[in-house]
C-alpha cells in the first residue's frame, strides 16, 4: 500500500533489547512485531537501523522452526502480501522486502491463495508492487528441487478466473473448502 | 620555763634588746579571744571563701565530658535556597553546574538533598548532559546522583545528525564516574524521531549502547517520509 511509507513504525518485544547509539540501531527480542501503516514484520529478533537519511530499515531473524513473516495490504481490492523466510530485509526508503533463504510469498485474494511464488530469495517491492524472485541450490520442503516454483492464478474478473472459480464452486462441493490460516506465524 | 630571779634584775644599764620586746603583761581572756580572732581574722575568712568555693564547684552541673561520637542525627548541617553550585576542572573549565531550590546537606551520610535540582555536566570532550527532576540525592562529591519523580537526563549529540538523546522516567541513577545512567523504572529514550520505551534499562556512555530490559516498545517516525512536520 503506498500510503504505508509515510506512517511511522512501531515495535513491540516482550524481550529486553539493545540500543546501540554509534551504529545507530535497536535490537529488538522476543516476538517481535513491526507495524509500519498495513504492513506487520514478526519475527524472533528484528534490528531496526535509522539510514542516515532519516530512513529506517529493519531486518528480522526468524529461528529455525519460526520463520520471519511479512503481511502487508495490498492497494488493489481486498488483497493481501503475506510471505515468510529465515531472514527478511525491509528498506524503508525505497520500500523493498527482502525475503532471504526458504523464502516464499503468497498473494491472498481474501483468505484464498492466488498467486504463491518460492524459492531461495525473492524480493517485493511494494510500491511497484513487482516481485522477483531467484532461485537457489537449498531444496526445502515445499520446493525439493530448490529451483523457483510460482503458482500463479488468473486474474480476478477474467473469462480465465470465471471458469476456475466455477469449477471450484463444483469441486468445493464435494472437497471441504480449504481456508488459509488469518494469524500468521504458525509454521505452514 | 620559770623567769629569772628578781634579785638578779641589776642589769640596769645592760642592753637586753636582743631578748626581744618585753613580755606584755597577760590580758584578760577576751581581750585574747579578740587578738587571736583578729589575728587569724584573714585565715579564717580565707578558709570560709574556700569551703564556699569548694561547696560551689560540687553544685555547678557537671559538664558532661567529652561526650562519645554522638549517634548521627539525620539532619542538615547546611541547607541553601535557590542555589548555585559550580564546579570547576584543573584547567579552570566548568565541569558541573547543579541549581536548584532548596538543598540540605546531610553530614552523617554525606549525601546531598536536593529540591527541584538542574544538573549540567560537561565532559571533557564537550559534551553537555543536562539532568533534572523534582527531587534528587547526590552523594557528598556529585559523583552518584539519584533522581526521582518526572527524572529526565539529556545529553546532548555531537552533531547535526546526532540529536540529543534525552532519558525519561520515574527513578534514575547517574554514575558521573564510570558514565552511566541506571534505572530500575519503566523508562522511555527519545532521540530525534525514535522513541523507546522499556521496563528498565542501563545506558553506558563509554560504549553508547542502553541495555533495555522488560518488554520493549518503539516508534520511529520515518522523516524523510514527508510526514508534514
Known sequence: VKADRAKPITVEADLPGKIDLLNQFVVFNGNVVVTKGTMTIRADRIEVRETPGGYHNAVAFGSAGKPATFRQKRDVGDEWIEGEAQRLEYDGRSDVVRFVTNASVRRLRGATVADEITGNLVTYDSTTEVFNVTGGATPTAANPSGRIRAVLAPREGSAAAADMAAAAASAAASAPPLRSTPTLGTPR | MERADPALDDTAGIDLSFAGPPVAPALPWHQRALDV???????????????????????????????????????????????????????????????????????????????????????????????????????????????????????????????????????????????????????????????????????????????LKGRTRALFESRGGGVSR
Open chain 2, 37 to 211: 580572732a583578729s589575728a587569724y581574722l584573714p585565715l579564717i575568712l580565707m578558709a570560709a571563701l574556700a569551703g564556699a568555693t569548694w561547696w560551689l564547684v560540687t553544685q555547678a552541673p557537671s559538664l558532661d565530658g567529652p561526650a562519645g561520637p554522638a549517634a548521627p542525627r539525620h539532619e542538615p548541617d547546611y541547607t541553601m535556597t535557590t542555589f548555585m553550585i559550580q564546579r570547576f576542572g584543573p584547567d579552570g573549565a566548568l565541569r558541573t553546574q547543579i541549581e536548584g531550590d532548596r538543598l540540605r546537606h546531610y553530614p552523617d551520610t554525606d549525601t546531598l538533598e536536593i529540591d527541584n535540582p538542574r544538573f549540567r555536566a560537561i565532559a571533557a570532550d564537550g559534551n553537555v548532559t543536562l539532568a533534572s527532576a523534582k527531587r534528587a540525592l547526590s552523594n557528598g562529591d556529585g559523583s552518584e546522583v539519584q533522581l526521582f519523580d518526572d527524572a529526565k537526563v539529556t545529553r546532548n549529540g555531537k552533531g547535526p545528525n546526532d540529536p540529543p538523546l534525552e532519558f525519561r522516567s520515574e527513578f534514575l541513577h547517574a554514575f558521573r564516574n564510570i558514565e552511566r545512567v541506571r534505572s530500575n523504572r519503566p523508562v522511555t529514550v527519545t532521540q530525534g524521531d525514535s522513541r523507546v520505551q522499556a521496563d528498565a534499562m542501563e545506558y553506558d556512555n563509554l560504549t553508547q549502547t542502553v541495555d
